[in-house]
């Protein structure tokens, strides 16, 4: 543990913020290492209309720590009210760093469009979709994926919007499926993994957690990750107890690309 990089801490309260950290500073600097204090940063979650009371900072020794909206954990950007925009918008960006570095070979006139788009599923597209699976994705996150999709494939076809060519034509010339149903694909993937395993598994301990006591905020709820499976079950019409057949769980979401 003393070697392990990107931690986080959770807590409460500031105050028990301070303590972990704290704690961690000594734990560290016993066995003569160091807590970056340049690279520390702390969130306050701003998930329902209960507010911490204590006014001071959170500080390490007497450094003050810098208070953030948003930070990335493993290559994820985690956001201060729980939404994903932040998030989308960074694996769009990475997508299009891969599509731009592979465009020597994507936009080369002289190679197969089907080779283009066994290139850009083994690239571009995993970029794009890292994390995904955990994402309570709304319609304007995944409309926002699909037309950064739809650019690279007009692209890599030498196509324009201005020629009026229909989407459905041009994934079936690269062979690459919509974004959007591997996305539900990754989702109902990591969906049966989850419930494949034991109920007393960290990894499912979420689903233990009461939400009764939390004083929501005005307006509509906000989007939920079981609310978007649940919608993934009814699109495909699953029953989620299939989860236990591995193999049939397995065939009926995968999205096969066109051939």
């Not at 208070?67 to 956001?79: D, V, W």
């Not at 599923?121 to 994402?135: D, H, L, N, Q, S």
Request: charged share 35%.
């Amino acid at each position: 543990m003393l070697f392990a990089d990107d931690i986080v801490l959770i807590e409460k309260t500031k105050e028990g913020a301070k303590a972990k950290l704290e704690l961690w500073r000594n734990a560290l600097e016993s066995k003569g290492l160091h807590l970056s204090r340049s690279k520390t940063e702390y969130m306050e979650c701003t998930f329902s209309q209960e507010r911490n009371t204590y006014i001071g900072d959170v500080t390490i020794g007497d450094q003050i720590v810098k208070k953030s909206e948003h930070f990335r954990y493993l290559g994820s950007i985690i956001q201060n009210d729980g939404e994903i925009d932040n998030d989308v918008i960074s694996r769009i960006q990475a997508g299009w760093v891969k599509w731009r570095n592979a465009a020597g070979v994507l936009c080369d006139r002289k190679i197969p469009s089907k080779i283009k788009g066994k290139f850009y599923k083994t690239v571009v597209r995993p970029t794009m979709i890292y994390g995904a699976e955990c994402w309570p994705a709304k319609k304007k996150h995944t409309n926002k994926i699909n037309v950064a999709e739809m650019r690279m494939l007009r692209w890599m076809c030498g196509y324009t919007r201005k020629d009026r060519m229909k989407n459905e034509y041009i994934r079936k010339k690269v062979g690459v499926a919509p974004i959007e149903d591997k996305l539900r694909e990754s989702r109902l993937r990591w969906f049966g993994h989850l419930n494949r395993r034991p109920i007393e598994a960290p990894v499912r301990k979420i689903e233990l957690l009461d939400f009764a006591h939390v004083q929501r905020g005005r307006g509509r709820p906000k989007k939920t990750w079981q609310e978007t499976i649940r919608s993934d079950l009814s699109y495909l019409n699953l029953d989620k107890n299939l989860v236990t057949d591995r193999a049939q769980w397995k065939q009926r979401i995968h999205v096969a690309d066109p051939t």
